[in-house]
């Protein structure tokens, strides 16, 4: 109903949003989600392949620290195992020197930080480089305590923490120098007696082919190296996080707040009742929230231009209903004051227009504001139009009288106009047509519905038009015809038929459904107006010929 009163500031507003190229979203149909989704992503993929790096890196530090440990160890046993060094003695069963061997192992030998001890066949310790060293071994005491402080007795839980430790060390030790006591050189990493995770390699002693013993070289510097990692592992990670933490200010600066903003400012609209909203900054945005404010304005000045239609509308209804109820109390006023039989007949009949007036006025109103209602309820569906048009054509001249106007229906054989509409709706704006067609027409004139289509014009290429004989219409009044309440009829027409409501809602309804209706003047052979021609072009349903 207030479609066909919007300003022309709402029409071309429409029309602009309507002609506007959408952007096509990237990112699985979303740009700003793919935007946080990137930059989510880039914060973890820094950390994991942080991770991933410095677990290759920790790996082969460990694995370079066992081959060097491993060579080491492997020219030692060579040394141990050569009967001219004087490390094995005994004929004809050789054995390990353990004094020998402790000179072998000394710091001149074994790198500080290292720990060489040599087993013999029975898994004993013959040689320990801890035994042997200059070094003096040991930590900083703690600091001294107070005097007449009572000592500090170690706990209990302490002692059986330490010693269990001490048990899962030797076991572990023993188990490496056993598998290599089998002849097999084993490499591991495994726990000191004193909590320290240690590199080791143990490799059997060999006399020619006899093993003699086992040499195990261990280095202590596992945690040193793991801390150096986990200190390497912290750029990543600070980097991950100034990473996320600007993913989320961005959040927060790009989406959070424009939307706190827009509902802001509907809210606005609703309590201060505002007719519009405008963020211009978000407007020009090419993302979700600009198209969203975008949306939200557009729906806005919808709905205030349909509210000042609303008024209008109910404005000219208030008009158009107070001139036959001013004429029908007129005529109850002037009643009483009649004295003779033919005045009061004359003032019946005139009280009986004025109410066949206002019926139809209220009728066509009624209709008029349920327009909008029912355009919104009914799904466009295919349309035939040749079908529609000859249904209404047909009860038109079934229902004619002997002096009344023909109807006459004609479009190209063979083909049909198919367009996507409302059937409903569409016979309402035909049946106008005629109605008001007919109505012009002078007694025993004719009608002519006429379909086809038009190649010129390829977005409204169906095109009906409806002539009529009668007078024509004013070259001024060819668009005021399609206002509402707009009536001009001539001479001896019957007063209160028409309400004025019927051209507007031809144009409310094909405006609806894509299209426009004009009407033009019709031509005869001497150049003088022989009716008026009312033409409405609809476009084509998609994949379907007309």
Do not use: C
């Not at 001219?84 to 050789?94: A, D, K, S, Y």
């Not at 231009?305 to 029908?328: C, G």
């Not at 409903?424 to 047509?433: A, I, S």
């Not at 519905?449 to 001024?476: C, N, Q």
């Amino acid at each position: 109903m207030a479609s066909d009163t919007a300003t022309a500031k709402a029409d071309l507003a429409d029309t602009a949003d309507d002609d506007r190229p959408r952007r096509r979203p990237r990112f699985g149909g979303s740009r700003l989600g793919g935007f946080i989704l990137a930059l989510n992503l880039l914060s973890l993929l820094i950390l994991f392949v942080g991770a991933l790096a410095l677990n290759e890196w920790r790996r082969g530090l460990i694995e370079a620290r066992q081959e060097t440990l491993a060579a080491q160890a492997q020219l030692l046993v060579q040394v141990l195992g050569e009967p001219q060094i004087g490390v094995t003695r005994g004929e004809p069963t050789p054995a390990l020197d353990p004094i020998e061997a402790s000179r072998w192992l000394r710091d001149n030998f074994i790198p500080e930080g290292q720990r060489a001890r040599l087993f013999d066949v029975d898994g004993i310790v013959v040689a320990d480089s801890y035994m042997v060293t200059e070094a003096i071994p040991g930590e900083p005491l703690p600091p001294a305590l107070p005097a007449g402080s009572p000592p500090v007795a170690p706990d209990a839980e302490d002692k059986a923490r330490d010693a269990r430790r001490l048990e899962e060390a030797q076991r572990a030790l023993a188990e490496e120098v056993e598998n290599a006591l089998e002849g097999h050189s084993s490499a591991t990493l495994r726990t000191s007696e004193t909590g320290d995770r240690v590199v080791s390699v143990s490799i059997p002693v060999r006399h020619v082919e006899q093993v003699l013993g086992v040499l195990t070289l261990e280095a202590g510097d596992v945690d040193e190296t793991l801390a150096a990692q986990r200190l390497a592992l912290m750029p990543f990670a600070l980097v991950a996080l100034v990473v996320s933490l600007l993913s989320s200010l961005l959040l927060h600066l790009f989406v959070a707040r424009p939307v706190m903003r827009l509902s802001a400012a509907a809210d606005a609209v609703r309590l201060q009742r505002a007719r519009a909203i405008s963020l211009p900054d978000l407007d020009h945005r090419r993302d979700e929230i600009g198209d969203l404010a975008r949306s939200l304005e557009t729906m806005t000045e919808t709905l205030s231009d349909r509210m000042d239609a609303i008024e209008r509308f109910a404005a000219d209804v208030a008009h158009e209903i107070k001139n036959p109820l001013t004429s029908i109390r007129s005529a109850l006023e002037t009643l009483p004051l009649v004295r003779t039989e033919a005045q009061r007949e004359k003032l019946t009949a005139l009280l009986q227009q004025d109410v066949r007036r206002l019926d139809r006025l209220i009728t066509d109103i009624s209709n008029a504001s349920r327009l909008d209602a029912e355009l919104n309820r009914d799904r466009p569906r295919p349309v035939d139009l040749t079908v529609l048009l000859r249904e209404i054509v047909e009860v038109y001249e079934a229902g004619m009288k002997p002096d009344g106007v023909h109807v006459s229906f004609s479009g190209s054989p063979g083909e049909h106009a198919v367009i996507r509409g409302r059937d409903g709706p569409l016979g309402q704006v035909f049946r106008n047509l005629i109605d008001n067609a007919r109505s012009f027409s002078p007694p025993g004139g004719q009608v002519r519905v006429t379909l086809s289509r038009d190649e010129i014009d390829p977005d409204l290429p169906i095109r009906v038009r409806v002539e009529d004989d009668g007078p024509g219409i004013p070259p001024d009044n060819l668009e005021t015809v399609f206002e509402r309440f707009y009536t001009s009829r001539p001479r001896g027409t019957a007063f209160g038929n028409n309400s004025g409501l019927g051209l507007s809602i031809v144009r409310q309804i094909v405006e609806a459904h894509g299209g426009r209706v004009w009407v033009e003047n019709r031509k005869g052979p001497d150049g003088g107006v022989a009716g008026a021609r009312f033409e409405v072009a609809l476009p084509a349903s998609p994949g379907r010929r007309a």
